[in-house]
């Protein structure tokens, strides 16, 4: 089952002007990540943010998380057309559990 | 440095037929976790594997069985095929120490007709 959501579903920008993709997810977790993937082919790690952190950077990428709220959000800046792609996150519960529960993405274009 | 390999690139297979797919881990991981990705959806967990045992698994069936062997690489094999088994397949290595980032390979697009 999928744990996270991501929101919006699709989203369609200009070049230059920032995007920003929201997740939400239902249990505790010990870290959240984010990945992107390209016409359907394999995943790219972008980022991992722990549970005890609340924002962190990376390049044009930054990640906030808010485990009150249960929801994450990666805002990437200045955005490229080669920016165009699917994104996820996905979470990790820890401890014994070692599998990644992924959302069902965000579909980014960006247009030049 | 060679990251995660899959193979092949694409299958395509018959309703009941068997099939079995190929990963390579990036260097020096040990860790292989195995995901399928149906269209518009995103990756599920089907198991993980480490020192060559299976230790922990997703929701799905039987049919579904995996192997890794001493140079960590690992096959996922898929018995009695269904056509909801089409999907992209993806391979995922990661290194036990430093197990929250997972490198996945390019993926193995798989067809049941």
């Known amino acids: 089952s999928q744990q996270g959501e991501e929101d919006p579903q699709a989203l369609s920008i200009q070049e230059g002007e920032n995007a920003t993709m929201n997740c939400s997810y239902k249990?505790?977790?010990?870290?959240l990540q984010w990945y992107r993937q390209n016409s359907g082919r394999g995943l790219v790690h972008l980022i991992l943010?722990?549970?005890?952190?609340r924002e962190k950077h990376s390049g044009r990428l930054r990640v906030t998380l808010d485990t009150s709220k249960k929801s994450s959000s990666l805002l990437i800046t200045a955005s490229r057309a080669a920016d165009t792609a699917s994104y996820f996150c996905?979470?990790?519960?820890?401890?014994?559990?070692?599998?990644?529960?992924f959302g069902k993405g965000t579909l980014l274009t960006v247009n030049p | 440095d060679a990251g995660v390999t899959q193979s092949p690139t694409h299958l395509i297979k018959t309703r009941g037929q068997q099939v079995t797919l190929r990963c390579s881990p990036k260097?020096?991981?040990?860790?292989v976790s195995w995901y399928q990705q149906a269209l518009g959806q995103g990756p599920q967990f089907i198991f993980q594997?480490?020192?060559?045992?299976?230790?922990q698994r997703g929701n799905f069936p039987d049919r579904f069985s995996g192997h890794q062997f001493p140079n960590y690489s690992s096959e996922l094999n898929v018995n009695a095929l269904l056509l909801g088994d089409s999907a992209l397949y993806l391979c995922?290595?990661?290194?036990?120490?430093?197990?929250?980032?997972?490198?996945f390979g390019p993926g193995t697009r798989l067809t049941v007709t």
């Open positions: 249990t505790s977790i010990n870290n």
């Open positions: 995922a290595s990661s290194f036990e120490l430093e197990a929250y980032e997972q490198y």
């Open positions: 594997y480490y020192e060559e045992e299976e230790r």
């Open positions: 943010i722990r549970s005890n952190e």
């Open positions: 996905a979470t990790r519960s820890g401890g014994s559990n070692y599998k990644l529960t």
């Open positions: 260097s020096g991981h040990d860790t």
